[in-house]
């Protein structure tokens, strides 16, 4: 079974479900970049500081921070069987970098790259029916998976909200910077023969059998 994966997919591809199914199926832990940011912010780590600095100042933070951080988090014991890997790497030069850390940690012949494929249409049609909690965070979707009250958060009954990174042409830009980001870090995989493609199409529980089958 593989077991260190990086996973890729475009924004709305049911990524975050998958992320979850897979990392309690398999026993390993799910890394994103995202939340190791906000923990080190959390934690007041020295890297925390140094990126909340860099965030305060309404800046992206840097590819090299980004990388030590991730350095420090594949090192830790509980990787050694292994990781879940969402949000990294975003290009090349992050895809050589990770490939040098596993080289290092001997599991560079394991890692495989898990693209969930889904059109853009069907991502630009399933993104503008979501719906969003300002106040706990909850995601609905009007179709799917609606609230018992329209526009309405169960958990904690604030209104509803279409978030603005989910209207159709912000959807559309980001498909585009998806795009163009990704396929070079997918041909990265390919090459190497580490490449492996899943539709992210029909319930999350198919999804996630037809990962499992290619896991395999
Ligand atoms: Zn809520």
């Not at 970098?97 to 049609?125: F, G, N, Q, S, Y």
Request: glycine content about 6%; charged content about 30%; aromatic content about 4%.
């Amino acid at each position: 079974m593989i077991s260190f994966i990086v996973l890729l997919g475009p924004p709305g591809a049911g990524k975050g479900t998958q992320a979850k199914l897979i990392s309690d199926k398999l026993g390993v832990p799910h890394i994103s970049t995202g939340d190791i940011l906000r923990e080190a912010v959390r934690n007041d780590s020295p890297l925390g500081r140094q990126a909340k600095a860099i965030m305060d100042r309404g800046e992206l933070v840097p590819d090299q921070l980004l990388v030590d951080i991730i350095v420090e988090r594949l090192s830790r014991a509980d990787c050694a069987n292994g990781f879940l890997l969402d949000g990294y790497p975003r290009n090349i030069s992050q895809s050589q970098t990770l490939e040098k850390v596993c080289a290092e940690h001997a599991i560079w012949d394991k890692v495989r790259a898990l693209e969930i494929t889904v059109p853009d249409e069907e991502i630009v049609d399933r993104l503008k029916n979501r719906r969003s909690c300002p106040s706990c965070g909850a995601v609905y979707n009007v179709v799917s998976n609606p609230p018992k009250r329209a526009e309405t958060c169960d958990s904690c009954s604030a209104k509803l909200q279409l978030r603005d990174d989910d209207r159709e042409e912000t959807v559309r830009q980001r498909l585009n910077v998806y795009h163009e980001r990704t396929e070079p870090v997918v041909g990265y995989f390919a090459e190497r023969d580490k490449h492996i493609v899943v539709k992210g199409e029909g319930s999350p529980e198919d999804i996630f059998a037809a990962i499992m089958e290619k896991l395999r």
